[in-house]
């Protein structure tokens, strides 16, 4: 079945960059996400991105694809300490029909000053 | 635009009782789901209704049973909980597509 691996900690200090790595096993994959889970609060889509695209940027992010790897990150750009969350990679395969995801265990990100 | 609302937000059960976990949304969405998280283990899906009137079982349905009401509405009901069913449960929503909407959570602690 499918799989989605994410290391589950990050430490970084203010002002630095972040980069988070997941990994996902289903080829057939479409789309691939990253929310983000506050404290005390549900997930939020941060950003997706096809799977026929190596990289897609907004503003502080960068999402890179390596799909021969199966491989995806998430950089954040001069990290701040309200970036400090839960990161939850998703992979959504080419199953057609119903739209499941499948999460990661999740990223904490720490940032620190 | 409410977004999805859960209810209760905080809710705390002897072994053996029973209860029901309330989600709605209001943004027409055919698709909604049940996940819990617990941590160190990310989401696992408990069922998911793909369009009104269907239900189907998700990684971890045991112990749980939904009621798609409407489209609307998708509740999650444990009718004899177990301290392994101490959890923050999570409903979401989905229209056909990219993105999954989350509601804010019931933690649920089960003595």
Redesign the interface.
């Known amino acids: 079945g499918e799989d989605v691996e994410q290391s589950?900690f990050l430490s970084v200090r203010e002002g630095d960059s972040s980069v988070i790595n997941c990994t996902y096993t289903d080829s057939s994959s479409t789309?691939l996400?990253w929310y983000k889970q506050e404290p005390?609060?549900?997930?939020?889509?941060l950003t997706?991105i096809f799977s026929n695209m190596d990289m897609k940027q907004d503003q502080r992010l960068t999402v890179l694809l390596n799909k021969k790897d199966k491989h995806l990150s998430l950089r954040i750009a001069d990290t701040q300490t309200g970036d400090s969350a839960i990161y939850?990679c998703a992979e959504?395969g080419n199953s057609g029909?119903?739209?499941?995801?499948t999460?990661?265990?999740?990223t904490s990100l720490i940032v620190h000053p | 635009n409410a977004g999805v609302t859960q209810t209760p937000k905080f809710q705390v059960l002897k072994t053996g009782q029973s209860m029901t976990l309330q989600c709605a949304q209001d943004m027409n969405h055919n698709s909604m789901y049940w996940y819990r998280q617990d941590p160190g283990m990310g989401l696992r899906l408990i069922y998911y209704s793909a369009s009104e009137g269907t239900t189907d079982k998700g990684e971890v349905p045991n112990g749980y049973n939904v009621s798609r009401l409407n489209k609307r509405e998708f509740s999650l009901r444990l009718e004899s909980a177990a301290p392994s069913q101490t959890s923050v449960y999570f409903c979401a929503s989905a229209s056909s597509g990219n993105e999954q909407f989350f509601g804010p959570g019931t933690r649920l602690t089960v003595l």
């Open positions: 589950l789309y996400y005390g609060a549900g997930l939020q889509l997706y939850f959504k029909g119903s739209y499941i995801p999460f990661g265990r999740g």
